[in-house]
């Protein structure tokens, strides 16, 4: 079907935060491309419905209960997923969470929660998993960063922060990678049409005021899709992205053209 990412070999990805939004379109890109899909995250409820949903499409499919702030639950959650499904050849880091809040009316314990999610949950996947994938001289790692890392991002300044070493981290290693055929990259989506956004924005004065805003500012006119991001995260996930590493792709409507 015109669209659909070409079918890869069989592989098996954990996608963290897979229960809702773009996580839940990535995991069904995945799948669509031929992958055994570990759906990990903290709303298990969620992530066993989306998982449901993946078989019921012949994928092969398995819900992992996963807070990635707990070292113990990640180191439990790669070895679930990879006694069902085998060893885990693709990571997409794509968990995340924020509230929109001026940096001087935050404090330590709103950072850490912030730069624990956003950037050391993917530190704890990625030490998990990417032993297997040196051994077995094939990975992908994908992370999903945000825009607000390349750009800035009012009221949102430690988020942007966090997501930037996402970027950073992404790129130092994959030239320690590069040799064994693992390869890692970020995404950055603009604005996207999911339940975080919207909870982030009802959060403020006036959710209707911020999403339009946020609409006008891209230049096509529209906030992204979560199957938006799922594409260029299957693609850089599959073999056709073999000979491409420390890359940072925007998936924005042309809001980042840097």
């Avoid at 799948?31 to 419905?49: E, M, Q, T, Y």
């Avoid at 639950?73 to 990571?91: K, P």
């Avoid at 094939?138 to 922060?161: K, L, N, P």
């Avoid at 997501?163 to 996207?192: D, M, Q, W």
């Amino acid at each position: 079907m015109a669209g659909q990412p070409t079918e890869q070999p069989r592989r098996t990805a954990i996608v963290t935060g897979g229960a809702g939004g773009i996580g839940a379109a990535i995991c069904e890109a995945l799948a669509a491309a031929g992958s055994a899909v570990a759906v990990a995250d903290i709303d298990r409820a969620g992530a066993d419905r989306v998982a449901e949903r993946l078989r019921a499409g012949g994928a092969e499919a398995v819900a992992v209960a996963l807070d990635i702030t707990d070292a113990g639950a990640v180191a439990g959650a790669v070895e679930a997923a990879s006694s069902q499904l085998g060893a885990v050849e693709i990571l997409v880091n794509n968990a995340g969470w924020d509230r929109l809040a001026p940096f001087l009316a935050t404090d330590e314990d709103f950072w850490r929660k912030v730069i624990d999610i956003n950037f050391m949950g993917a530190l704890r996947l990625t030490s998990a998993v990417l032993p297997a994938m040196i051994e077995a001289g094939w990975g992908r790692i994908v992370s999903v960063s945000s825009d607000a890392a390349r750009v800035g991002s009012s009221q949102e300044s430690v988020y942007a922060a966090a997501k930037g070493a996402l970027i950073s981290f992404s790129k130092s290693l994959a030239r320690e990678t590069a040799r064994s055929a693992v390869t890692v990259n970020a995404v950055c989506p603009g604005p996207t049409d999911t339940p975080l956004l919207h909870g982030i924005a009802e959060a403020g004065e006036d959710a209707g005021k911020i999403i339009a805003a946020m609409s006008r500012a891209v230049p096509m006119k529209r906030l992204g899709r979560p199957e938006d991001v799922a594409a260029a995260v299957a693609f850089l996930a599959s073999d056709e992205a073999s000979f491409i590493t420390g890359q940072t792709l925007s998936v924005s409507g042309g809001l980042t053209m840097a």
